[in-house]
């Protein structure tokens, strides 16, 4: 069993940085692979960014690679998002996800945080 706690999120300006954390409980932290999703109002949750049980292999949705940067320390029991040049389009709330697979399908995880809201301001 996993339990996941996201911070981090806020209000920010068009073009503005936030970092998101996403802190497991439970010792098999290490075993999963972990992935960041948003849900904006009114549509699907969709991928963002998935890093692998080493942290060596990450995987990003084209509307966010260049500007967001997921990564994970296994010591800590935390995986974070970087989120830079930050567009009003990212407004949504972020989940972190555990599963034993890096996927870009929701589905694939077995635990979710509570999630945390981004709003990017014009």
């Known amino acids: 069993q996993v339990q996941l706690v996201e911070t981090g999120g806020g209000l920010v300006q068009a073009g503005g940085s936030l970092r998101l954390s996403c802190a497991a409980s439970g010792r098999t932290f290490p075993n999963y692979a972990m992935g960041w999703f948003r849900q904006a109002p009114g549509k699907e949750r969709e991928f963002v960014a998935a890093?692998?049980?080493?942290?060596?292999?990450?995987r990003y949705a084209d509307s966010v690679k260049g500007r967001f940067t997921i990564s994970r320390d296994n010591a800590k029991n935390t995986v974070s998002l970087q989120m830079n040049s930050l567009k009003p389009e990212d407004t949504a709330v972020y989940y972190c996800a555990a599963g034993p697979l890096m996927a870009t399908l929701a589905t694939s995880y077995d635990y979710w945080g509570q999630g945390t809201q981004v709003t990017v301001s014009s």
């Open positions: 890093v692998n049980w080493s942290g060596r292999s990450t």
